[in-house]
């Protein structure tokens, strides 16, 4: 079974920057897994950041960024800002009708 | 401007049924790819079924066999029946449109508890 693999959890200083990342238990992640990034706060539905490995959704401020970097997808956030603090969860089209989620990412900004 | 409203959701023993529904405006289902996805409390995201505006229909594999996704092209609706609830199905249930392969665009979720 596929396991779509994310850092549980990541500390960044206002200002920062963070790179979070999503992998694969086998095998590399490509542009053709068409990964998606998506931000959560509690309580709230989530919100599409990234779609198709970088293509930013509307109204996705430009700190805010996908790419592949490695084996893996990655969203950067450049300048964190307090209200970025939330969860993170990449997903993974894996073909024939089957997306994945990693376990997704705590982002602490402190 | 689209809009995406679950319902549906309660309280049901193990072994029971449910069925949610998913009113979309601002898009025609029938075109689109419509997912659903569910959220355990306190637990991540996990992708439960999709329904290609072909009709073509795919699950994971911990509902395979239980739930059944389809949609009612007249009322602009995408369901999801399921059946043989088990405790571990307890979850917010968010109805999704699928863009791009992404989820882009989310309800607000119904909450579906299975206890005795």
């Known amino acids: 079974q596929t396991v779509v693999t994310q850092q549980p959890s990541f500390s960044v200083s206002p200002g920062g920057t963070i790179t979070l990342t999503c992998g694969l238990s086998?095998?590399?992640?490509?542009?053709?897994?068409?990964p998606s990034w998506y931000q959560q706060t509690p309580g709230q539905s989530p919100r599409t950041l990234i779609y198709n490995t970088n293509t930013r959704s509307s109204g996705v401020p430009d700190r805010f960024s996908g790419s592949i970097l490695g084996s893996k997808a990655a969203l950067t956030i450049t300048g964190a800002q307090a209200d970025d603090e939330a969860d993170y969860y990449c997903?993974?089209?894996?073909?024939?009708?089957?997306?994945?989620f990693g376990g997704g990412t705590k982002l602490t900004v402190l | 401007e689209v809009q995406l409203v679950e319902s549906g959701g309660g309280l049901v023993q193990p072994g029971g049924s449910l069925r949610l529904s998913c009113a979309a405006s601002g898009f025609t289902v029938s075109n689109s790819y419509m997912s659903w996805v569910r959220q355990a409390p306190g637990k991540g995201l996990e992708w439960v079924s999709v329904?290609?505006?072909?009709?073509?229909?795919y699950y994971a594999d911990s509902v395979k066999g239980r739930f059944i996704i389809s949609r009612d092209n007249s009322k602009n609706t995408v369901n999801l029946q399921m059946n043989s609830l088990r405790v571990e199905d307890t979850a917010v249930y968010f109805c999704a449109r699928l863009n791009s392969y992404a989820f882009s665009g989310w309800g607000q979720g119904t909450l579906v508890t299975v206890s005795s």
């Open positions: 329904i290609y505006s072909g009709g073509s229909t």
């Open positions: 997903v993974l089209y894996l073909g024939s009708g089957i997306w994945v």
């Open positions: 086998s095998g590399s992640v490509s542009t053709s897994f068409y």
